[in-house]
């Protein structure tokens, strides 16, 4: 089950402003934009918003509405430097964080609910990353969390500023009466043509017959349509070109004494892992396991594989080696887990019957499987697959559309690499 949490900054450049200058609490401060910072306002803060001071708004206008306001300069820099601060935190708590914008990620917490929202809930578990945040960073965040990327950030926008849960079977209800131009980069084309069929919010667009929506926008319509009924999960993707390693290191919400339990976890968040690592068609060697008591001393331990792995019936074998090895004769109650996969390789072909030596067989092997397919394939529909591909592709027909890390690339970006390709040349392959 998808677990995505959406974390957005709360007027984040006025938020910084204030973090830099705790003389400007609880005043209404906006951030003016052009050469000499006082164009138009790049945000304001809720203060500000009281007075109907909004953002693109002209600066003197601002000033106008809220005289006792604060104009501040944009300090870009500093905004980075927060940025930075803020999602350094919030790795923490995820291994898979995937910045969308310098105030804004979503992070992965599908295995959390297997151990870390035993004894806690994801309310709490949530306050506490944002009471943090707003402690150590200086800024106040919101934040949702939901079945796909998008929901996620459907609840934060309803939950601004706080936090809300879209519980597993009630997106369909929270969606019911939104209206689907809240939908990030829904683009006023598809707004218009939606609106033109009737559906202003995903409760008509739940009720309206799917294959019309498809027909009308290709892929994108089909998952409108699931988004829709609630029916949408995703999981969180990462892509790194070259990765050295794939990891995972999670503070728990409080000391776990139980070793059993940590183990479960350790193992529920390699197995995740090791769905990342099939995911980019790789396969690793190594991996290793830390483990940091509630004292802050910790253990670790590694396993090299004579061969490339990527099953996770080997690599959880292995991981539940170390974990009694290193675990054994301790007392101490367990903080932090962290997990690594390394040395990593292609997964490629399997061996065949050609050649002596096993890297002859594999040349072979690829050099056919190349020459097959530059003859015989078609974009995206390989002619040839190896055994391995094929069962990725059946595993996990995420494979089919790897999503990319874009850390602070504009949202619009993001949203299409989401959403596909335009509903122009959906239509086009659907009347094919
Ligand atoms: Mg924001």
Redesign the pocket.
């Known amino acids: 089950m998808n677990r995505i949490l959406h974390m ?5 450049f006025a938020s910084c402003e204030i973090a830099l200058d705790k003389k400007l609490q609880g005043r209404p401060v906006w951030v003016g934009g052009g050469r000499r910072g006082d164009g138009i306002v790049i945000a304001a803060n809720r203060a500000a918003k009281k007075f109907g001071v909004k953002t693109c708004m002209p600066c003197f206008e601002a000033k106008r509405l809220c005289p006792s306001g604060v104009l501040c300069r944009p300090h870009y820099d500093a905004y980075r430097e927060i940025s930075a601060k803020m999602f350094r935190v919030l790795e923490q708590y995820s291994p898979t964080l995937v910045p969308i ?1 310098i ?2 990620g979503f992070l992965d917490f599908s295995t959390m609910d297997q151990h870390v929202f035993r004894n806690t809930t994801p309310e709490k578990y949530v306050g506490e990353i944002s009471e943090r945040i707003t402690r150590e960073v200086g800024i106040p965040v ?1 934040a949702g969390l939901g079945n796909s990327a998008r929901l996620a950030k459907l609840a934060t926008d309803a939950a601004k500023p706080g936090f809300l849960e879209v519980k597993p079977g009630e997106e369909k209800e929270f969606l019911r009466d939104r209206p689907v131009r809240e939908l990030s980069g829904i683009g006023k084309n598809r707004e218009r043509s939606l609106a033109a069929l009737g559906a202003l919010t995903f409760g008509h667009v739940a009720k309206m017959p799917s294959p019309l929506l498809q027909q009308k926008f290709g892929i994108w319509g089909q998952q409108l349509w699931l988004f829709a009924n609630g029916l949408w999960h995703e999981p969180l993707l990462l892509e790194v070109k070259d990765r050295a390693s794939i990891s995972s290191n999670t503070t728990l919400p409080y000391d776990e004494p139980d070793y059993e339990a940590a183990l479960t976890f350790a193992l529920s968040e390699m197995t995740r892992l090791t769905g990342q690592l099939r995911r980019e068609q790789l396969q690793a060697r190594e991996l290793s396991l830390t483990i940091r008591f509630d004292d802050f001393t910790e253990v670790g331990g590694t396993h090299r594989f004579q061969h490339a792995q990527f099953q996770n019936s080997v690599i959880n074998t292995a991981l539940e080696e170390i974990f009694l090895g290193i675990m054994g004769g301790q007392r101490k109650a367990v903080r932090q887990i962290r997990l690594g996969l390394w040395n990593l390789a292609r997964l490629d072909t399997q061996p065949t019957l050609w050649g002596q030596t096993r890297e002859e067989r594999w040349g072979a092997l690829d050099d056919a499987a190349q020459k097959m397919n530059d003859k015989f394939s078609q974009p995206e529909k390989p002619a040839l697959m190896t055994g391995a591909q094929l069962a990725l592709r059946q595993l996990d027909a995420a494979h089919l559309n790897p999503k990319a890390k874009c850390p602070f690339v504009p949202q619009r970006e993001m949203v299409k690499k989401l959403w596909g390709t335009d509903a122009e040349l959906d239509l086009r392959l659907y009347r094919k």
């Open positions: 957005d900054g709360d007027s984040f914008s105030d804004e919101s």
